[in-house]
């Protein structure tokens, strides 16, 4: 088993939609929940990040964590084009001598259609 | 310009080829590391860095060298280019915990690898 697993779609949703991302892990020791967004031929770029349990918004995101399940969430509200991208969830532990370690899971590809 | 840029954005080389991929950071930053993305596969780690002179084996070494001599840079070398090396190649860079920062890698626009 995967420390992430994430289902990489293809998602295709009309603009206005709600979408859903998710990812489940199995390390107890992941820190850090993050989102990470990557267009078509660039690098990724951190979209939010989350430390605790619960929800954390930024306009029309809000990524959700639940530890006890082990599962996390991004949510985006009233989709536009603009967020057809691949989003991908990754996790951090912490490593020893102020390092830490990155796992990622293996991105979901989203397309907003007009 | 600040931030992290790698060279080149596009490259074909012909298998058996030695090809280098250049990466420079401008944040002084301590750790510097290069993925590999692959569909079906995500970004695999191929090495990594915590300071000049000190590199470390990430999941999919084989084929591939690094170095760091100095910490704004940090090379990958495919010694002898097979097809199977293909790839988008990323770098990514990071301060570490005690720098404040937000808890994650800021990434390059990557490099496009054909190996034919």
């Known amino acids: 088993q995967k420390e992430v697993e994430q289902d990489p779609g293809p998602l295709s949703v009309p603009e206005g939609a709600i979408v859903s991302l998710n990812c489940t892990y199995s390390?107890?020791?992941?820190?850090?929940f993050m989102w990470y967004r990557q267009y078509s031929r660039k690098g990724p770029e951190l979209l939010m990040y989350?430390?605790?349990?619960g929800n954390k918004e930024d306009g029309r995101f809000t990524a959700q964590v639940d530890k006890s399940s082990k599962y996390i969430s991004l949510f985006i509200r009233d989709s536009q084009p603009s967020d057809s991208a691949t989003y991908l969830c990754?996790?951090?532990?912490?490593?020893?001598?102020?390092?830490?370690?990155?796992?990622f899971g293996k991105g979901t590809k989203l397309s907003v259609i007009p | 310009d600040a931030g992290i840029t790698q060279s080149p954005r596009y490259k074909i080389t012909e298998t058996g080829r030695q090809v280098t991929l250049m990466c420079h950071q401008t944040?002084?930053?301590?750790?510097m590391f290069w993925y590999r993305q692959d569909l079906g596969h995500g970004l695999r780690l191929i090495y990594y860095?915590?300071?000049?002179?000190?590199?470390d084996k990430g999941e999919v070494p084989d084929g591939y060298v690094v170095s760091r001599s100095k910490t704004e840079n940090f090379p990958l070398t495919l010694e002898s280019a097979t097809r199977s090396q293909t790839s988008v190649y990323f770098c990514?860079?990071?301060?570490?915990?005690?720098?404040?920062?937000?808890?994650?890698?800021?990434f390059g626009s990557g490099t496009r690898l054909t190996v034919v």
């Open positions: 990514a860079s990071s301060g570490g915990v005690l720098t404040g920062a937000p808890p994650g890698y800021t």
């Open positions: 944040w002084s930053h301590s750790y």
């Open positions: 390390n107890s020791a992941f820190q850090y």
């Open positions: 989350t430390y605790s349990s």
């Open positions: 990754a996790m951090r532990t912490y490593s020893g001598a102020g390092s830490y370690q990155l796992t």
């Open positions: 860095s915590a300071a000049a002179d000190i590199t």
